[in-house]
């Protein structure tokens, strides 16, 4: 599993752990050169993280600290694959502190800091996170799936992608995991295992659902154009990271950059989007409600998840296959309030069906528990995809996330795929404007004008005004099915 934010988290507090540690041994060594001052001015360890006489605040010196290792890399496992750059990146980082320190002291003009203190802090603190990055390097080596692996498919199928599999197993299996190669259409010299194929760019969609694609490498020349443009295309649109070995100029923007992987520079060709400051806004505002109305709602989230365990066998929680931003499936998280495999019942069901289109709905639907009736009326099912959203596989506020089936054979109606298409550009939310305006008692064709509508017209001021609405239809429970 994929797991950046908890890599980062763990660095970051291993990184704030070394840096406290450094202080109190640059205290301890500091007062035991000068131990006159324990009885001259009485320095306390804790005085040092406010302002003081003798070291810029360690308030201040420690967020900068982590901000300068966050900007040299040392909270991204992809560019840590060598005990040599560690230590390199980690030293810049303390030469970053130590140009603020002099900043600090040309500013504060009447303080006059203690060089012997802060030379101290800034050395040990140098040594401290280099050792606890090292020793961590090495324990993310001996374990069998490191926590923030991404997992990269190779597109080609000649030398240059079996040296670039050989290149990635020997100095990043740390950070990337080949699950196999893409290879080209029209290839008649294939180098590589029958038995690591994965398919050709017709069967992507399906490869990237099936493995949980992070990146594809292109790797050959030999290649069409226009399939190399196609893989360009639905790597932008699946929200993967595409690189490319230098010797395959021009397949998509040239607004390039470049990546290293393995000690290797390849050439980083996902220039189409990126994030606005809107977007990381929105996201930042979804983490946050999500982080105190999940604290809030804990009572009845428990109380909800008791109530199935008691009242139905089976699991709490139903998670099934949807689609999200750019077509990528991803697991949905709904308390469950139907009986269990309720899935295996719907065919007997579909001439019951009441939604037109695309869409399963009954009112009186038999698969429903008791309990389901009560959580289903007041939105309670929804709440578990609180996680989905602190996953990032959803906001709080989108087009609502489709089941996998209701989309097969989209592709044969063209109104209806372009539906599909412009809403995949956002990632689907737990409510929208379905939810503001009818849930349930919608046609299809009304959904659809209404993601349209939404896609068209985002912003942060509508995002808003949904989520205002979202609690008075909640509570009228109109319109849920």
């Not at 994929?2 to 291993?14: A, E, G, T, V, Y």
């Not at 990546?259 to 946050?288: C, H, M, W």
């Not at 995949?424 to 379905?434: A, E, F, R």
Request: charged share 20%; aromatic share 10%.
């Amino acid at each position: 599993m994929h797991r950046p934010w908890l890599h980062s988290l763990i660095l970051l507090l291993l990184d704030a752990g070394a840096l406290l540690l450094a202080l109190w041994a640059a205290f301890g060594f500091w007062v035991w050169h000068d131990p006159q001052l324990e009885y001259v001015v009485q320095v306390r360890l804790w005085e040092l993280f406010l302002p003081n006489p003798w070291i810029p605040p360690v308030l201040v010196l420690l967020p900068a600290w982590l901000f300068a290792n966050r900007l040299q890399g040392l909270l991204d496992p992809a560019r840590l694959e060598s005990s040599i750059r560690i230590a390199s990146s980690a030293f810049r980082s303390t030469l970053y502190v130590l140009a603020l320190v002099v900043v600090l002291q040309f500013l504060l003009a009447d303080r006059a800091f203690s060089r012997l203190l802060t030379l101290a802090f800034l050395a040990l603190g140098f040594l401290s996170v280099t050792t606890v990055r090292l020793a961590f390097f090495r324990i993310q080596l001996r374990l069998p799936r490191p926590m923030a692996v991404q997992n990269v498919a190779i597109y080609g199928s000649g030398p240059e992608a079996r040296s670039m599999r050989e290149r990635l197993d020997r100095y990043a299996r740390h950070a990337y995991e080949v699950v196999g190669y893409v290879v080209p259409s029209d290839d008649e010299t294939r180098r590589v295992p029958d038995a690591e194929v994965l398919g050709t760019v017709r069967d992507f969609k399906a490869i990237v659902n099936r493995h949980d694609l992070h990146i594809v490498i292109l790797a050959t020349r030999e290649t069409s154009r226009a399939e190399a443009f196609q893989l360009v295309r639905l790597c932008d649109q699946m929200g993967l990271r595409i690189l490319e070995m230098p010797f395959t100029w021009g397949f998509a923007s040239p607004r390039l950059s470049f990546a290293s992987i393995g000690g290797l520079q390849l050439i980083d060709l996902q220039t189409l989007s990126y994030p606005t400051a809107a977007e990381n806004l929105k996201r930042t505002f979804d983490l946050v409600a999500v982080l105190f109305g999940g604290l809030t709602l804990m009572p009845l989230l428990l109380a909800a998840a008791a109530a199935i365990r008691l009242t139905s066998p089976g699991p709490v929680l139903y998670v099934s296959p949807r689609v999200g931003r750019g077509g990528r499936h991803f697991p949905f998280y709904k308390f469950r309030s139907m009986v269990h495999h309720a899935e295996t019942l719907r065919n007997g069901l579909e001439p019951r069906n009441e939604a037109d289109g695309r869409l399963f709905k009954m009112r009186r639907d038999p698969r429903i528990t008791p309990v389901g009736r009560y959580i289903r009326r007041w939105s309670i099912d929804e709440l578990a995809q609180l996680w989905n959203v602190i996953r990032g596989d959803m906001n709080l506020v989108g087009p609502r996330p489709l089941p996998v089936e209701d989309l097969v054979g989209i592709e044969r109606d063209p109104e209806a795929a372009y539906w599909f298409e412009l809403r995949s550009k956002v990632k689907p939310g737990i409510t929208g404007l379905w939810q503001v305006s009818g849930r349930s008692d919608l046609t299809f064709a009304d959904m659809v004008a209404l993601d349209i509508q939404y896609v068209q017209n985002w912003s942060l001021w509508l995002d808003l005004q949904i989520l205002l609405k979202t609690v008075p239809a909640v509570l009228r429970g109109s319109g849920a099915a």
